[in-house]
């Protein structure tokens, strides 16, 4: 089909052409109708005026998939500034049946349990649509800043044979007829391809088989993992993540009219950092917490914006007993972790550090905590033959789009969230 957006219509002023889409709207008026097509790039009015085509519109309803034929003409009161008019209309399908609820209002009116089971419907509203735009080019700016900075992109499995990588539940399944887990993470995986490519990252979905019923966590979810080596510490790190999370945002502000009335968040050049120790003092929490708490990071982000004039904040140094096994504790007390979180907009949206690289390090880590090292000895085989001081970090995309959209729960950005009570559709 030889068919021009709405998006790229003002360039065709005074030519006849063919748009297509579904019928977004129809304002059926007494002597003048308009047919509104929305296709992927946006919407486009069309003016109808033929007593015979407005009475078969009449018999179209909302989301019937379209295409019109007509006259771009200039209009500044119209989307985009132009409209079509003198149009012929014939339907690419079968005429929609009645849509649960209206997806022409500038705001969904269902419950979001309602949206969620009619996810294939509620996707098409621009909100919704404009959610998973932003998440794309979220991913695809991840992309950008580590391919610019000479990261590989890799792809592991997500079916693996042992749940060892971290404390966090995970999903058993019957494979062939033996056990085995989806994954948690790519953590594994990525540490060993830094001893090929020495820069690796990831884009793909991670499980946590957490009972956790929350507005910020999910049973699957998209990780957008990176790994790299020959570091001096954590700090390296760090220092690659900010580049990174620029890269994300200024590729998000690069949608343009997409993410129009959208506050997008400036990344400092050096964004500010404090200890875990400080920022128990600053969230008013018990020296001896071992974590966090939304609570804790909600102040910890109201501190940064009011001393800092920054929506991210960095809290190192976590105690080690929180972080997993492969974390490298801080030179000279090691009661903590060469191991960071970053927080934006009060919430926690990534955790990284530096990692042992030495295998012995590994066994004495792994025997202080009980554990046998033979479940690890696939994992292990990299660093008995020689790996550099390395770390790496994780981000999740659906906290970071809901922090950019300002989605009170997290499943307002998720396509087909997944979750302790849902599985479809």
């Known amino acids: 089909m030889q068919r021009v957006l709405s998006v790229e219509l003002p360039r065709h002023v005074g030519a006849r052409i063919t748009i297509a889409g579904w019928i977004h709207r129809r304002r059926l008026l007494k002597s003048v109708s308009f047919l509104i097509v929305r296709d992927a790039s946006g919407l486009s009015q069309v003016v109808v005026t033929a007593p015979e085509l407005r009475e078969f519109l009449e018999t179209l309803p909302e989301e019937t998939v379209v295409a019109v034929e007509g006259l771009?003409?200039?209009?500044?009161?119209?989307p985009g500034g132009v409209e079509l008019t003198e149009p012929a209309v014939r339907l690419l399908g079968e005429p929609a049946q009645p849509t649960p609820f209206d997806l022409y209002r500038p705001v969904l009116t269902p419950t979001l349990p309602t949206q969620l089971d009619h996810a294939p419907l509620s996707l098409r509203h621009p909100s919704r649509a404009r959610a998973l735009r932003i998440s794309a080019a979220a991913a695809a700016g991840f992309r950008e800043g580590l391919d610019t900075l000479g990261f590989t992109e890799i792809h592991t499995p997500k079916i693996v044979a042992t749940a060892t990588e971290s404390?966090?539940?995970?999903?058993?399944?019957?494979?062939f007829g033996r056990p085995a887990y989806l994954a948690q993470s790519p953590q594994f995986y990525k540490q060993q391809l830094v001893g090929v490519f020495e820069r690796v990252y990831e884009v793909g979905p991670v499980f946590r088989a957490e009972p956790s019923d929350t507005t910020r966590h999910l049973?699957?979810?998209?990780?957008?993992?990176?790994?790299?080596?020959?570091?001096?510490?954590?700090?390296?790190?760090?220092?690659?993540?900010?580049?990174?999370?620029?890269?994300?945002?200024?590729?998000?502000?690069?949608?343009?009219?997409?993410?129009?009335?959208?506050?997008?968040?400036?990344?400092?050049?050096?964004?500010?950092?404090?200890?875990?120790?400080?920022?128990?003092?600053?969230?008013?929490?018990?020296?001896?917490?071992?974590?966090?708490?939304?609570?804790?990071?909600?102040?910890?982000?109201?501190?940064?914006?009011?001393?800092?004039?920054?929506?991210?904040?960095?809290?190192?140094?976590?105690?080690?007993?929180?972080?997993?096994?492969?974390?490298?504790?801080?030179?000279?007390?090691?009661?903590?972790?060469?191991?960071?979180?970053?927080?934006?907009?009060?919430?926690?949206?990534?955790?990284?550090?530096?990692?042992?690289?030495?295998?012995?390090?590994?066994?004495?880590?792994?025997?202080?905590?009980?554990?046998?090292a033979e479940p690890y000895e696939p994992y292990l085989q990299a660093f008995r033959h020689g790996m550099p001081p390395h770390g790496g970090f994780a981000i999740g995309l659906e906290r970071f789009v809901a922090r950019i959209t300002g989605a009170q729960n997290i499943r307002e950005v998720t396509a087909y969230p997944r979750d302790l009570h849902r599985v479809t559709p």
């Open 72 to 78: 771009v003409t200039a209009n500044p009161a119209a």
């Open 219 to 372: 049973a699957q979810y998209t990780s957008l993992d990176a790994e790299l080596g020959f570091i001096g510490d954590h700090r390296d790190v760090m220092a690659v993540l900010r580049e990174t999370v620029a890269a994300m945002v200024a590729r998000v502000g690069a949608l343009g009219a997409a993410v129009a009335g959208l506050e997008l968040p400036e990344v400092p050049a050096e964004i500010p950092s404090l200890h875990f120790s400080e920022a128990l003092k600053i969230a008013g929490a018990p020296a001896d917490e071992p974590d966090l708490a939304p609570a804790h990071e909600r102040a910890i982000g109201e501190w940064a914006k009011r001393e800092h004039g920054s929506e991210f904040v960095f809290v190192t140094g976590y105690p080690m007993a929180k972080r997993p096994f492969y974390t490298h504790p801080q030179p000279g007390d090691e009661r903590w972790s060469n191991s960071f979180d970053l927080l934006f907009r009060g919430l926690e949206l990534v955790t990284g550090g530096q990692r042992l690289h030495r295998h012995s390090d590994y066994l004495a880590a792994l025997a202080a905590r009980g554990e046998s």
């Open 167 to 175: 404390g966090a539940n995970v999903f058993a399944l019957d494979y």
